[in-house]
Each structure stands twice: as C-alpha cells, then as structure tokens.
C-alpha cells in the first residue's frame, strides 16, 4: 500500500510576557503543541536557549520520535520474523552540536533497545530485526545524521512450574 500521508500540528506560542520580542530576555519560549483529538503538548526551548526545562523541546520530540518509530517498526519486523517480544525499553540519547552562529545540528542519535522475547530461540532473529526496522521506520529515513543502534536481547525468565 503506497500513499501520501499529511500531518497537522498547530504550535502557537504562549510566552508573550507584556512586551512581546522586545528584547532577548523579554518573553518566554513557551509553545502548545496541538493535534485535534489529541492532548496538548506543553513546550519550550531547551533549557540553556532560555527554555522552560519542565516542558518538551524540540530536541526531546526528535529523540522521542526517533526511539518510538524504532520500537513500532521493530515490533512489526518481529511480528513478521516470528519472534514474541514481551518486553521493550529504550534508553535513547542524542547530540546536537552547536555551530557558534546560532544554529547547530544533530550529529548522531544513539537507540539503546533493550528486548526481552520469549524464547531463547529467538535471540538471533531479534536481534536482526533492528536492521529491518531502521530500514523501515519513516523518521529515521528523514534525517541527514546516523541513527545508531545499541541493542541488548534478553531471554524472559521461565514461569514458575515450567
């Protein structure tokens, strides 16, 4: 199945303190983030760019896009593999560098899955299902930086009485 698919966001930005951008200081960086249906996101620039460190930034979404679309398209490349995952997490980090202009880029995102499937059997099949899952996954196959991957595989511990 091939096709376009288009995305909506309204970001509007809430951080007018009195005086607009009068100045640098002058107002906050805080922003919603609005998809109709969804809940909004509270958001801000990073921290050391004057944001609001306990809201979202653009840096945290990207990570966060990037680990997530990983995980759905892994688990889809299990389901297809034969391989019972029953447990996930990502511990994902990512660099941006600063260019002393005023902008900067990401330079890497590293994805830190740790997998726990069912049967030991399948250790090997898991762990080659990250590649067709970065294969796969839209976000990863949109940006210009290397998306590594760091996966540790592990074996569900046997029921009792088994």
């Known amino acids: 199945m091939f096709g376009e698919h288009r995305y909506r966001v309204t970001a509007t930005w809430t951080g007018n303190l009195g005086s607009g951008t ?31 460190p306990g809201r979202w930034n653009p840096e945290d979404l990207l990570v966060s896009a990037l680990a997530e679309c990983h995980l759905l398209s892994y688990l889809h490349a ?23 202009k005023g ?8 994805l830190r899955p740790h997998v726990t499937v069912a049967d ?3 250790v090997d099949a898991a762990t080659a299902a990250h590649a067709q ?14 998306v590594r991957h760091e996966p540790k595989i592990e074996v569900a511990a046997p029921a009792p009485g088994r």
């Not at 200081?25 to 983030?33: A, F, G, I, K, Q």
């Not at 902008?103 to 590293?110: C, H, L, R, Y």
């Not at 996954?137 to 210009?144: E, G, K, R, W």
């Open 22 to 52: 009068s100045g640098y200081r002058e107002y906050s960086r805080d922003v919603t983030l609005e998809v109709s249906g969804k809940p909004v996101v509270r958001a801000s620039s990073d921290k050391p760019f004057r944001g609001d």
């Open 78 to 100: 299990c389901v297809q593999a034969g391989v019972v995952v029953v447990g996930y997490r990502d511990d994902a980090s990512g660099l941006m560098v600063e260019d002393g």
């Open 103 to 110: 902008g900067g880029a990401f330079s890497e995102v590293t």
């Open 120 to 122: 030991a059997s399948m």
């Open 133 to 146: 899952a970065n294969a796969w996954c839209f976000i990863a196959n949109s940006v210009n930086f290397p």
